[in-house]
């Protein structure tokens, strides 16, 4: 019988950011140290492998965590923020409001288009608010 499972792997970054449109704290330029949990899905191989965490880790690393970590993450559309910080320190610039789910859409698009079958991306901000994207 074929059985379907999940394998998931959990990484830490620092990034500072702000949400342009808050009306609250979250307008000032703030910084988390985010978890991010990322779900594969597969059928297992020969050796009961979905897929090697070494190489999941790797991947994760090269286009999420290398990218974000220790980085300041700017809204390209946040005219004030690109001003006073892009081309400083690491700035990442992005095409949409840094929030948890549009990171977690984002983080998933990129894994995805390394082949990946990814079920779900879990992106917690603090330790008691999180974003989770189900595919
Ligand atoms: N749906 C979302 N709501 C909020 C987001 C988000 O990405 N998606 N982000 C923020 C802020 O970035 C904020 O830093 C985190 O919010 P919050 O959980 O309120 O942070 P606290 O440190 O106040 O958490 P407590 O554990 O309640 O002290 C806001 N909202």
Redesign the pocket.
Known sequence: MTQLFEISKTFHFDMT???SF?Q???RHL?G?TYTLEVYVRGVPDKHGFVMDFGDLKHIVKEEIVDILDHSVAIYEKDVTLVDALSGKFRAVMLPFE??????CAWIARRLQARNLDISKIILW?????K?VLTL
């Not at 840094?98 to 990171?103: K, V, Y």
């Not at 901000?125 to 608010?129: H, L, R």
């Open positions: 950011h702000r949400l808050h609250g704290k979250c703030h988390h840094t929030t948890a789910e549009n990171l901000e603090t330790p008691t608010s974003a």
